[in-house]
């Protein structure tokens, strides 16, 4: 076996890189930190935006988040769950004359009428990826945008833009989100809960970290780099944290978006973070606007959204936040709710976005052979988008390489 000695012009920390990476790769060198601490090189510049980049697990039903309410197709396959027009009881909020926004969702309309606020309609993943509707097979193939594929789409463009050698992405979720599965600058882990002062104190992660993956393996040197950066950057106080007056919701997808405004007022190189929110499957009891299941999820999507906009967004150009979901729902009820679908809507924000609703027009029509909404935008189209426009990716193709290449639809700026 052969010795390793650190030469004059390689300092301790580039060793550790050097044999933590090589050694163990991309898989292992990701690494699941307890509480969601996201590190990176001090000093490394940004290559453009923080996407945050957020799934609506369980096939959001993008006719209830975006109503056609001068369809009269719509309410006629939907009595139970479309939400009725601008000003009747429980009516949507008119957007542009066309469109309506579901009433839950009106905490976003600040950014609506800032202009930083997008809706793609007819959106989601096409059927030259996959046909299948199943949560497991359609999530898979969103997030690698491809089906059989090993490596997640931010996990191609972020080995394209970023050194390996750091740590600049965070995945809020107890095992690594497929997005960014093949990067090995990643760090997973769920979101901070009030109770878990495990990430107030600095010395108290890196006991952790050191208890678990001291020593001189390759892991241990992966560990050792953690315990590093750690202690270079000092302490983020998790615990302790209000900003812009901003109050986030205490449950769920806000307390991921309220420890990524801190990642990123601590100015740490994160450049990437991945949230996921449950709960989007709406079978039973899908509600309408005065109540349901759907009205409950849309309440605490829009509540977090509100307040990372207020904290982060209204005035902050270098972060840019982007929403998904597997599929929509069907044009028909089922019993309580609705199946599953084709298409959704996909969702941006920021102060780099061209406010409005984009894309091919949604196409609602009775004699459809499934009842569903066919996707004429595809997702990849408006995430090749943001990566070119707000990241300098060079090479989308390569990102998503099951794309078909079409025009950008406007939805980010340069």
């Known amino acids: 076996m052969t010795n ?34 996201a590190l990176a090189t001090p000093g490394r510049p940004h290559r453009g935006d923080l996407i945050v980049s957020v799934t609506l697990d369980g096939g959001m039903d993008g006719l209830a988040a975006l109503v056609p309410y001068h369809n009269n197709t719509y309410y006629n396959l939907r ?4 939400i009725a027009p601008p000003g009747q009881p429980g009516g949507c909020i008119d957007l542009d004359g066309t469109w309506g926004l579901h009433p839950a969702l009106a905490p976003l309309l ?17 059927s030259s990826i996959s046909e299948k509707r ?25 080995n394209r833009v970023t050194g390996r050698e750091t740590i600049s992405a965070q995945s809020f979720s107890s095992s690594l989100d497929q997005k960014l599965a093949g990067f090995g600058g990643a760090l997973s882990g769920w979101t901070l809960q009030p109770q878990l002062d495990y990430a107030s104190s600095p010395n108290k992660v890196v006991s952790a970290l050191d208890a ?17 950066s750690i202690q270079d950057r000092g302490q983020i106080n998790f615990w302790d944290y209000d900003h812009n007056g901003s109050t986030y919701p205490n449950r769920g997808i806000a307390w991921s978006l309220r420890n990524t405004a801190m990642l990123a ?48 967004l209204a005035t902050n150009s270098d972060i840019t936040l982007v929403i998904t979901t597997e599929f929509g729902r069907l044009l028909t009820e089922s019993s309580t709710g609705t199946d599953h679908g084709r298409a959704s809507v996909m ?4 102060r780099h976005v061209n406010g409005g609703i984009h894309g091919l027009p949604t196409q609602i029509d009775p004699d459809l052979d499934d009842r569903a909404v066919p996707v004429r935008n595809d997702y990849q189209t408006v995430l090749a ?27 980010f700026k340069n």
């Not at 009595?79 to 479309?82: A, F, M, V």
């Not at 109540?291 to 977090?304: D, E, I, K």
């Not at 969702?347 to 920021?350: P, R, T, V, W």
């Not at 988008?385 to 939805?411: D, H, I, Y």
Request: aromatic share 8%; charged share 10%; net charge neutral.
């Open 4 to 37: 390793q000695t650190l030469s004059p012009t390689l300092d301790r920390r580039a060793f550790l890189r050097r044999s933590a990476l090589a050694g163990v790769g991309a898989a292992a060198a990701t690494i699941a930190l307890p509480h969601g601490v």
């Open 79 to 82: 009595p139970q769950t479309s």
């Open 110 to 126: 600040g950014a609506w009428n800032a202009g930083h606020l997008a809706f793609v309609e007819a959106c989601g993943t096409p």
């Open 134 to 158: 199943s949560h497991f097979e359609m999530l898979d193939a969103l997030k690698h945008a491809g089906v059989g594929m090993t490596t997640g789409w931010a996990a191609r463009h972020m």
């Open 212 to 228: 678990s993956y001291g020593g001189s393996s390759p892991v241990g040197a992966a560990g050792q780099l953690l315990i590093e």
């Open 265 to 312: 007022r601590a100015a740490i190189g994160v450049e990437f973070v991945s949230i996921s929110s449950g709960g989007w499957d709406t079978h039973d009891n899908q509600g309408n606007a005065q109540g349901g299941h759907l009205l409950n999820r849309f309440q605490s999507l829009a509540g977090a959204l509100a307040a990372f906009y207020a904290d982060m």
């Open 347 to 350: 969702m941006a924000l920021g």
């Open 385 to 411: 988008e943001m990566l070119v426009k707000r990241r300098g990716e060079t090479s989308p193709a390569t990102v998503f390489p099951n794309w078909q290449p079409s025009p950008f639809l406007g939805v």
